[in-house]
């Protein structure tokens, strides 16, 4: 893990996507991060060792959806499957399928595995699948603004984890999209899907990934907008908890609304023409129960910059 040392910085944006408005000022405490998202090889030595099965991996109960669609009625996840032309980018079910069989260790369907990609992050995991592996190493989910905070790597109001140039004096820094979404990716930083979490150079606090390869959960609820600045240099909101638990409706229902979090990060699916949020002010929500090829997350520790961290 990584010492972040806290401070107070300006999260969200005024400049792009209109739910990481307003920018506002915000104070955090030091805390540690996990030098990069959790890996497949972490998460499986979880699963081994308390028996945790995803909910991906669990076919859901239509009790629980109300008027759920009788065909989606088995345990899967939502996978990515590139078009092969044109579509409406408002539609994302046209790249966009629940697919039967998907999970942690199928991360692209049945006949996928993960032997090779034990470096990578582990995907296909839902909200509370990232909570009880974070419970099991002794460790939390970090809040949005703890996230943020880290991810900008001490360069406060900066476009990018790493500057304001997306690829500075022509380097890729982080897994995105290079192509037209979502059906050209000419894969120019040299990863058509998931990369090795430490492929792409650290921020400034030593932090892998905080941007692209994979979103990642927080702790915090979703709401469509910042709050604004606080009207007093005294009064910054320090260790903010953001949102509230409402939720939208669960796609393959009519009726069920389901509680939304926060993630961020952006992934390998963000590309210039969709999607611009690889940058440490984009947010995105996402329903508790959801889980995607392209979702992981990483742990954090609050606690004095002392204290003594062991190997998992």
């Not at 990515?80 to 044109?86: A, S, T, Y």
């Not at 140039?165 to 059906?183: V, Y």
Request: proline share 9%.
């Amino acid at each position: 893990m990584i010492w972040i040392p806290g401070g107070t910085f300006r999260m969200g944006s005024d400049k792009h996507y209109p739910e990481e408005a307003p920018a506002h000022r915000v104070t955090v405490d030091g805390f540690w991060m996990d030098r990069h998202p959790v890996t497949n090889r972490q998460f499986r030595k979880f699963v081994k060792a308390t028996g945790h099965v995803t909910v991906a991996e669990i076919t859901p109960d239509p009790k629980d959806y109300p008027g759920m669609l009788p065909h989606m009625v088995y345990a899967g996840s939502l996978m990515f499957l590139p078009p092969n032309h044109p579509v409406n980018l408002r539609d994302f079910s046209q790249w966009w399928t629940f697919a039967k069989g998907a999970d942690w260790r199928h991360p692209y369907g049945l006949r996928s595995n993960i032997h090779a990609l034990g470096n990578h992050p582990v995907v296909h995991v839902a909200f509370s699948d990232a909570l009880a592996y974070a419970k099991w190493v002794g460790k939390d989910l970090p809040t949005e603004a703890e996230w943020e905070f880290a991810a900008r790597g001490g360069l406060d109001g900066a476009e990018f984890a790493w500057g304001d140039e997306f690829t500075p004096h022509g380097r890729h820094m982080a897994n995105t999209w290079q192509g037209e979404f979502p059906r050209q990716n000419i894969n120019a930083d040299g990863f058509e899907r998931t990369s090795p979490v430490t492929a792409f150079p650290p921020n400034g606090y030593g932090l892998y990934d905080m941007v692209g390869n994979v979103w990642e959960w927080t702790a915090d609820w979703y709401s469509p907008r910042h709050e604004a600045d606080a009207p007093k240099a005294c009064c910054i909101p320090k260790n903010p908890r953001g949102g509230r638990e409402d939720g939208s409706y669960d796609p393959r229902t009519t009726n069920v609304k389901i509680p939304q979090k926060v993630i961020k990060g952006g992934s390998h699916l963000c590309a210039p023409n969709y999607c611009r949020r690889y940058r440490p002010a984009a947010r995105h929500a996402e329903p508790v129960d959801t889980s995607t090829s392209h979702l992981g997350f990483r742990c954090i520790m609050r606690g004095a910059s002392d204290a003594l961290l062991t190997g998992e």
